[in-house]
Each structure stands twice: as structure tokens, then as C-alpha cells.
């Protein structure tokens, strides 16, 4: 959700010009290297919070006593902020694959739930688990990331993503904003 709202009401140029100063990209460096670290040296410390983070839970699914909305804005702010950071770190310059990529986050978007249905109802996760369990969670995860990377660029092919651009072509001239 924050990623999404300040895409919504920001432009390119405002995040590029705030990511791009100095008081933001020294921290970003380390509050991206603290964060990854975090998640995957010490994954057992946090992994009981992931439900938090992923704003579809109900706050009884999370393993926190008095879990509630203090907590989600808390996750929201943590996210807000390490994606700030990781913009920071994204070079100006144009990258082929990645630049191609993010001018079809529509299709990665429409598509990642279906897919992930898919795998919930084929008993993918059941057999992660299994899986994480037998190869310890960090390989189990760093397979999971390159899997999603995979998935997200199969998804970001123009083949995934024009049906969804024509879609929004009628609504193009009515403005929320």
C-alpha cells in the first residue's frame, strides 16, 4: 500500500530528486545492508512477523500479543522507508531488462494473486515448508527470491501486461487525483 500511494500521488521526478540526495543515499546504503542482513542471517529471529508485513492478514493471524493498527502502520513505515532506501541505491542510468520491466509493473501486479492461488491450491506451500525444513530456511529462501525474480520478469513481458495498458485506456481521462 505505500509503495502504491506514492506512486499514485508522486511523481518519477519528485522521488529521483529526494532519493538523490546525499542525506538520503549514505543511510540507504546501510539500512539496506542492515535489512537484508537482518532477513537473512537472523530470518528465525523475524520470519513470525512476515504476516504483518503483507497487509492481507488479519491481525490475529499475527503471532503478536494486542497485534493491531499501531503495529500494520509500524510495518508500513518500515516498508515505506527501506523501499526509499533501495530507490536511493537504483542507478540513474537506463538498464535494459529492469528498465523494460518497470514500465510493466501492471502486469506483475494483476498477475502475482492468480499465480499465487495456483500454487496455494496445487500444495506448492505445504511442500515448501517441507522443503525449508529440509534444506534450512535460508536456501529455502534464497531459492524462493530467485523464483520470484524469475517470475517477475516472465511477468513483466509485454505479452502480460498490454491487455492490461488497453484496459486502462478508457479511464484515462477521469482523474481521482
Known amino acids: 500500500l505505500p509503495v502504491d500511494l506514492a506512486g499514485y500521488y508522486l511523481t518519477p521526478q519528485q522521488i529521483m530528486d529526494f532519493c538523490s540526495k546525499n542525506y538520503v543515499r549514505i543511510p540507504a546504503w546501510i539500512l539496506t545492508a542492515a535489512y537484508f542482513a537482518l532477513c537473512f542471517i537472523n530470518v528465525d529471529s523475524i520470519y513470525w512477523l512476515r504476516r504483518l508485513f503483507t497487509g492481507r492478514n488479519a491481525y490475529s493471524a499475527v503471532a503478536l500479543e494486542g497485534c493491531?493498527?499501531?503495529?500494520?502502520?509500524?510495518?508500513?513505515?518500515?516498508?515505506?522507508?527501506?523501499?526509499?532506501?533501495?530507490?536511493?541505491?537504483?542507478p540513474d542510468k537506463k538498464i535494459p531488462l529492469i528498465t523494460k520491466g518497470g514500465g510493466n509493473t501492471i502486469g506483475i501486479f494483476f498477475w502475482h494473486n492468480p499465480i499465487r492461488y495456483v500454487l496455494l491450491y496445487t500444495g506448492f506451500f505445504p511442500w515448501y515448508d517441507g522443503f525449508m525444513s529440509d534444506v534450512g530456511k535460508k536456501t529455502a529462501g534464497s531459492i524462493l527470491?530467485?523464483?520470484?525474480?524469475?517470475?517477475?520478469?516472465?511477468?513483466?513481458?509485454?505479452?502480460?501486461?498490454?491487455?492490461?495498458?488497453?484496459?486502462?485506456?478508457?479511464?484515462?481521462?477521469?482523474?481521482?487525483?
Open 145 to 177: 527470491l530467485l523464483m520470484c525474480l524469475v517470475i517477475c520478469v516472465i511477468l513483466s513481458m509485454d505479452i502480460f501486461s498490454s491487455p492490461l495498458k488497453s484496459l486502462k485506456k478508457p479511464l484515462a481521462g477521469l482523474s481521482l487525483r
Open 68 to 90: 493491531g493498527f499501531p503495529h500494520r502502520l509500524l510495518a508500513y513505515a518500515i516498508s515505506a522507508v527501506v523501499c526509499i532506501a533501495i530507490f536511493a541505491l537504483v
